[in-house]
C-alpha cells in the first residue's frame, strides 16, 4: 500500500468509447502525475499537476485529456483512444520542495486495453 | 533521455547478497540517486535514494562512490519476491517536477531458488 490509489484496475474501451482513469493520493503531497507503459518499454511521463496546475505536458495527444480538481485526486480522461494506446497507466504523487531529495510514489496502475 | 546505464539483466541464489551497478558518469553536484523496482504488473516501487554518502534502509543498502560516477543497489539476501526490474534514476534537486524522473530501461533481476 503505497498511499496512491487508482481505479479501475483493468478498463477494456472501444476506440468510440469515453472513460475516465481515477488516482486519489492520501500522502498530503502537492504535485500528481500521470506516466504510461507500454509493453516491454521505460515509462513515460505525460503529465504534471503541481498544487492543482498543469505544469508540464509532454507532447501528449489531445485524446488523453487531464484533470486535477484539488491536491488529492487526479483524473485521466479518455475519449477516441486508438489500439496502441493500450498499456499501463500510472499514477504518482510527491511532495515538491526545495533541498529534501523528494520521492515519488506511485499508485499499482490502471491496465488499459483499447479494442 | 536517462542518464544512467544498467546491465540489463541478473542472476542472483536466493539467500545471496544481489549488487545491482548502476553508472552515472555525468551526475551534477546536486543531483540524487534513486533506485525503484517494478515486479511485473504493478507500480514502481521507491527503494532507496542518496546524494554523496551510502544510505542504508529496511530494503536495501546504496553505495555510492567517491567521485559519484557510480553506484550499488545491494539486497542483502534476495529472496524469490525480489525478483523485479530495478531502475537507478538520477534526478535534479530543485529542478522540473517528474520531468527529472526518467525511467530507462532498468536491470531485470532474477533469484533464483
Known amino acids: 500500500e503505497t498511499g496512491v490509489t487508482q481505479t479501475p484496475r483493468h478498463l477494456v474501451m472501444g476506440m468510440t468509447n469515453k472513460k475516465s482513469l481515477k488516482c486519489e493520493q492520501h500522502?498530503?503531497?502537492?504535485?500528481m502525475y500521470w506516466y504510461k507503459q507500454s509493453a516491454k518499454k521505460p515509462l513515460e511521463l505525460m503529465f504534471v499537476?503541481?498544487?492543482?496546475?498543469?505544469?508540464e505536458n509532454n507532447s501528449v495527444p489531445s485524446r488523453f485529456s487531464p484533470e486535477c480538481p484539488n491536491s488529492s485526486h487526479l483524473f485521466l480522461h479518455l475519449h477516441t483512444l486508438q489500439p496502441e494506446d493500450s498499456a499501463l497507466y500510472l499514477c504518482a504523487s510527491s511532495q515538491d520542495s526545495i533541498g529534501s531529495g523528494n520521492t515519488i510514489y506511485f499508485g499499482e496502475g490502471s491496465w488499459l486495453t483499447v479494442v | 533521455d536517462a542518464k544512467t546505464t544498467q546491465p540489463p539483466s541478473m542472476d542472483c541464489a536466493e539467500g545471496r547478497a544481489a549488487n545491482l551497478p548502476c553508472n552515472h558518469s555525468t551526475i551534477s553536484g546536486n543531483e540524487y540517486v534513486y533506485w525503484y523496482r517494478q515486479i511485473h504488473s504493478q507500480g514502481p516501487q521507491y527503494i532507496i535514494h542518496g546524494l554523496k554518502n551510502n544510505e542504508t534502509n529496511e530494503m536495501a543498502s546504496l553505495i555510492i562512490t567517491e567521485d559519484r560516477k557510480s553506484s550499488t543497489l545491494i539486497l542483502p539476501h534476495a529472496t524469490l519476491r525480489d525478483t523485479a526490474v530495478y531502475y537507478c534514476?538520477?534526478?535534479?534537486?530543485?529542478?522540473?517536477?517528474?520531468?527529472?524522473?526518467?525511467f530507462g530501461p532498468g536491470t531485470r533481476l532474477s533469484v533464483l531458488p
Open positions: 534514476i538520477v534526478r535534479v534537486e530543485g529542478g522540473n517536477y517528474g520531468q527529472n524522473f526518467v
Open positions: 499537476y503541481s498544487l492543482e496546475e498543469r505544469v
Open positions: 500522502l498530503g503531497h502537492n504535485a
